[in-house]
C-alpha cells in the first residue's frame, strides 16, 4: 500500500546540505541552514549553556518522564523574559514544546480545533515551513506580500473576519531581514484588535537583530493592545540548542478559563504527537534564566554574537554595494540574487546559499568577508 504513494520530493534544504558537504573545494562555504558559527566556523555551545549543563550533571536528577507540558519552570521562565511586563505574565499560560517548530505546529493545531472556519494570513516569502507547518494543521491559508511599510499585510488584516489568525514573526523575519517598526506594530496592534484577528507570533531570532528588548519590544505592545494571542518560542538560535529541540508555545488571553482549556488541548495534541518534550534543553534553559549571573553572562554571549552578525553584514553591504542589505537584520541575508546567480555562486565560487538568494551571514568568517563580497559581485553578473 505504501509503495502506491507518488515519490514526494526530498526537503531542498537539506539536500543542498549534503551537496555542500560532498564538495570537496577548500574555499567551500556553508551559508544554508540557519545555525550561528563562531570565526572559526564552529557552532559553538555557549559558556552559559556549558555552566547550566555542568550544574545540572552534579544534581544527577532523574531521567523520568516530564509530562506532556514539559518543564514549567522553563515555560515560566522563558515568558518571563520574552514578556517583560508581570500584567502580560499574568495573561499567560503556556507548555513546553519540541523546539519552535514543535511550538509552530501545536498552536497551528490549536487555532483549527478551536476555528476550523479560520483563515491563517500569511506574508512571503514565508519562513519556509509555514505553509506546510499550517497546511498539515488543516488551516487555510491566504498570502500577502511581505514589504517594508507593512501594507499589504495591513490591508490583509483590515480584511480579515473576526477569529482569522495573522502569523508573523516577531523580529529579523526570516527570509527578508525585515524587523517592523514599532510604529507599524502599533497600527498593526490597532487594526487587529479592532478586526478580532488573533496574532501568531514566531519567535525564533530574538536578540539577533537590535538587541533583546529591542527585538521584543513590537510583540510586547501589540499583545497588551489585544484580547488574545498565541506565541511560539524557539530557545534553538538564541541559547544555541538547536540539537536540543527546546522550545514553548503561549496562550495569552484575558479570559482566564479560556486560557486554562487551550493550555488543556495543547498538552492533549502534544500526548497524542510525541507524548512530552525532550527534558535537557529546557533543564539548561531554565537555569540559566532562574540564575541572575548566568543570565547576565548568557545575554553578553548573545550580544557578541548579534554584534558579529551586524559586522559582517555591514561589511558585505559596503563591499557589494548592494542595496538595501544594511536594514536587514539577524541572521540570514537576503541578497538580490536569483536561481541561476546562487547556482553560479555555488559551482564558481564554492558559497552555498539557497536559490531564493537568502545566506546565512554567521557561516562567513571575518577574514572571508571580502572574498565572499567579491564572489556576490562577479555571481550578480547579467548573463
Ligand atoms: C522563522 C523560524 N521559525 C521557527 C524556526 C524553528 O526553529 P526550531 O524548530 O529549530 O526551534 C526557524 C528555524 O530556522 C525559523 O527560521
Known amino acids: 500500500m505504501l509503495l502506491t504513494l507518488d515519490p514526494p520530493s526530498a526537503d531542498p534544504l537539506w539536500q543542498l546540505t549534503a551537496d555542500c558537504a560532498r564538495d570537496v573545494r577548500p574555499q567551500r562555504l556553508d551559508l544554508i541552514v540557519g545555525v550561528y558559527r563562531d570565526d572559526t566556523g564552529v557552532s559553538p555551545v555557549m559558556q552559559a549553556v556549558r555552566t547550566a549543563e555542568l550544574r545540572l550533571a552534579e544534581r544527577s536528577g532523574s531521567k523520568a518522564y516530564v509530562g506532556p507540558a514539559g518543564c514549567e519552570r522553563f515555560t515560566r521562565s522563558t515568558a518571563a523574559l520574552l514578556l517583560a511586563d508581570p500584567a502580560l505574565e499574568a495573561r499567560t499560560e503556556g507548555v513546553q514544546t519540541v523546539a519552535g517548530t514543535g511550538a509552530l505546529r501545536l ?227 537576503k541578497l538580490p540574487l536569483g536561481p541561476a546567480a546562487m547556482l553560479r555562486l555555488r559551482s564558481e565560487h564554492a558559497v552555498y546559499g539557497l536559490p531564493s538568494g537568502r545566506i546565512n551571514l554567521a557561516g562567513i568568517p571575518a577574514g572571508r568577508v571580502g572574498a565572499v563580497a567579491r564572489a556576490l559581485r562577479a555571481a550578480h553578473r547579467p548573463t
Open 107 to 333: 498552536l497551528a493545531e490549536l487555532l483549527a480545533a478551536t476555528g476550523p472556519d479560520r483563515t491563517v494570513h500569511l506574508g512571503t516569502p514565508a519562513y519556509v515551513n509555514h505553509p506546510a507547518i499550517l497546511a498539515a494543521a488543516g488551516l487555510r491559508t491566504v498570502t500577502h506580500p511581505v514589504t517594508p511599510d507593512g501594507s499589504a499585510m495591513l490591508a490583509a488584516v483590515r480584511t480579515a473576519r473576526p477569529g482569522d489568525v495573522l502569523l508573523i514573526q516577531g523580529c529579523c523575519h526570516n527570509p527578508t531581514g525585515l524587523s517592523m517598526s514599532a510604529a507599524l506594530w502599533d497600527e498593526l496592534a490597532s487594526v487587529m484588535a479592532r478586526r478580532g484577528v488573533v496574532p501568531f507570533i514566531d519567535q525564533a531570532y530574538f536578540g539577533l537583530g537590535d538587541g533583546l528588548d529591542e527585538d521584543l519590544d513590537g510583540m510586547r505592545r501589540l499583545l497588551r493592545a489585544v484580547p488574545d494571542a498565541v506565541v511560539a518560542v524557539s530557545a534553538s538560535k538564541a541559547w544555541g540548542l538547536y540539537s536540543e529541540r527546546t522550545g514553548c508555545a503561549l496562550i495569552l488571553s484575558d479570559d482566564a478559563a479560556q486560557r486554562r482549556h487551550a493550555a488543556t488541548l495543547l498538552e492533549n495534541i502534544a500526548r497524542a504527537s510525541y507524548s512530552q518534550p525532550p527534558a535537557h534543553g529546557a533543564a539548561i534553559v531554565a537555569e540559566i534564566l532562574t540564575d541572575p549571573a548566568l543570565t547576565a553572562c548568557w545575554r553578553g554571549e548573545l550580544e557578541s554574537m548579534r554584534l558579529r552578525l551586524g559586522v559582517l553584514r555591514d561589511g558585505l553591504a559596503r563591499l557589494t554595494g548592494f542595496a538595501g542589505l544594511g536594514e536587514q537584520r539577524g541572521m540570514f541575508l
